[in-house]
């Protein structure tokens, strides 16, 4: 089963509002990343976070990281239009830190 | 995409037929992935490498067989093609060392008919 689970699947929100994403995931990790894919392209890395880390920030991106929970969070402040994409996270851990395993992703519409 | 194409981009073959698609990439990263994406999936990995003519397999590599003669490229084929093969491939490369953020390829769609 994926280590990774994101929620919500979808997300619609108007341009200028935030945008958050959950993941959760299953065993001890060492790092976790996000990571956004637009239509018909390849995943592009957004953030890492370790996991001795809390929180994370760049840009318009904030990630938190709750080891006890086994979750993290991913928030894009102010959005815009091209941050419509689909947004994964991924964690390793398992297979060692080579390895991840994604999540099936969050898809974000922001609507003009 | 860092360096990384695949080829083909698009291909349709029909059932039973072999297939190769080609990850190259110009960074002399050492590792080497390939994912397949399917809708209620997300990403699974299928094969990976971690050196030259040093190959593993991930979470759904039945049917599917890796190589890598040269760090530049990692070749994967699928022996015959099944429909259920039918996905979006994806290479990828970590820089050794970490902290393992992974680069992607455009992707192969391919189609089994």
């Known amino acids: 089963s994926q280590q990774g689970e994101e929620d919500p699947q979808a997300l619609s929100i108007q341009e200028g509002e935030n945008a958050t994403m959950n993941c959760s995931y299953k065993?001890?990790?060492?790092?976790l990343q996000w990571y956004r894919q637009n239509s018909g392209r390849g995943l592009v890395h957004l953030i890492l976070?370790?996991?001795?880390?809390r929180e994370k920030h760049s840009g318009r991106l904030r990630v938190t990281l709750d080891t006890s929970k086994k979750s993290s969070s991913l928030l894009i402040t102010a959005s815009r239009a091209a941050d419509t994409a689909s947004y994964f996270c991924?964690?390793?851990?398992?297979?060692?830190?080579?390895?991840?395993?994604f999540g099936q992703g969050t898809r974000l519409t922001i609507n003009p | 995409d860092a360096g990384i194409t695949q080829s083909p981009r698009h291909k349709v073959t029909e059932t039973g037929t072999p297939v190769t698609l080609r990850c190259h990439q110009t960074?002399?990263?050492?590792?080497m992935y390939w994912y397949r994406q399917d809708p209620g999936h997300g990403l699974r990995l299928i094969h990976y490498?971690?050196?030259?003519?040093?190959?593993d397999k991930g979470e759904v590599s039945d049917g599917y067989s890796v190589s890598r003669s040269k760090t530049e490229d990692f070749l994967l084929t699928l022996e015959s093609a099944t429909s259920s093969q039918t996905s979006v491939y994806f290479c990828?490369?970590?820089?050794?060392?970490?902290?393992?953020?992974?680069?992607f390829g455009p992707g192969t769609r391919l189609t089994v008919t």
């Open positions: 991924a964690t390793d851990g398992v297979g060692g830190a080579q390895k991840l395993v």
């Open positions: 065993t001890s990790i060492n790092n």
């Open positions: 976070i370790r996991s001795n880390e």
């Open positions: 960074e002399n990263h050492r590792y």
């Open positions: 490498s971690y050196g030259v003519k040093d190959t």
């Open positions: 990828a490369t970590v820089v050794a060392g970490g902290p393992y953020e992974q680069y």
